[in-house]
Structures are given as C-alpha cells and as structure tokens.
C-alpha cells in the first residue's frame, strides 16, 4: 500500500519537474539575448557577460517559475543579472589581474552593434540600467523604478542626464 502513494507521488514530481524544464527553456529561449546585453552593459567582455546569463538561469532554476505574470518573470531576470554584474564587479579577483593575460585575446567588444550602444554601455552604472530598461526594453519610468528598487523621480533624473551625456558623447564623435 505504501507503494502506490509513493508511485504517485514520484510520477507526480516527474511531471512537475518536466514542467519546470520546460518553463525554463522557453524563458531561456525568450529572455537570454536581453539578459546578455544587459550583462554585457555591465562586464563589458563576452565572456562574463556568458557566465552571468548562465549564473541568472541557475539562479531562476533554483528560484522555481512561481512568477505571477511574464512580465514579473522578466522583471526578476533583469533584477538578478543586474545583481549578479555588481556582485561580480566588486569580487576582489577581478580588482588583481595581470595585463599580460590578455595580451593575446580578440577584440571581444564585437558584440556593440552601434556606435549608440557603445555609448550606453560606457555610461556610468547608474545611468545605464535605466536608459537600457527605458529604450530598449520599452519600461515605463514607474516599472523601472520597481525593477530597480529606486524612487520614480531618481531613475526619471537618471534618464535625464544619461541622455544629456549620451547627446554631448554622440555629438562630439560626428
């Protein structure tokens, strides 16, 4: 008797965790290119920008897919791999590397498609999330101050001024 609920149970979590997968391949397939521009804004190198969308969809694994909405899902996404990029900016590894180590290396910027997203990824941290949110990912003010966790009038001034550097930056090289 005890086998029947114990068989139920594991065909029961079979199907629970092929859900899953599918629910995280689907979001993977959806949201990994925006999760690797935004980490790529931040590492500003194709390798750890790889290795935060890989760590993001570990994370989301972990989490489980108990998002209220699509929206909610993308939201969490952007917010963990902008938390990843600063936790990884601030290690103390990448503070003591050796120039020589990558003498060898290619141009790994090649992922910059225009000279407008140049400029956006060199805009200081705080300036950038916003404006990528904003224009790219088409967010209103309100939903990045939430994403971000920042009042509305901080990110509409943020907005602001990335755009007042962006017009010098974009004006100066033509």
């Not at 904003?134 to 755009?163: D, F, M, N």
């Amino acid at each position: 008797m005890i086998t029947e609920p114990l068989a139920a149970q594991s065909q029961s979590q079979s199907q629970s965790q092929k859900r899953i997968s599918t629910d995280i391949e689907k979001a993977y397939k959806k949201y990994n290119k925006m999760i690797y521009q935004v980490s790529f804004s931040y590492m500003k190198n194709k390798m750890d920008a790889e290795d935060t969308v890989e760590d993001t969809f570990v994370k989301l694994m972990k989490h489980g897919a108990n998002f209220q909405s699509e929206e909610h899902e993308k939201a969490w996404l952007l917010r963990t791999a902008i938390n990843l990029c600063k936790n990884n900016l601030k290690h103390w590894r990448r503070k003591f590397e050796n120039i020589d180590d990558h003498e060898n290396l290619h141009d790994e910027n090649q992922f910059k498609e225009n000279e407008i997203l140049e400029a956006v990824i060199k805009l200081p941290d705080r300036y950038k999330a916003a404006i990528y949110l904003y224009y790219y990912e088409g967010y209103t003010t309100a939903e990045i101050a939430q994403i971000l966790k920042k009042p509305h009038s901080s990110v509409r001034v943020h907005l602001h001024k990335a755009k007042k550097i962006l017009k010098e930056v974009l004006t100066n090289e033509k």
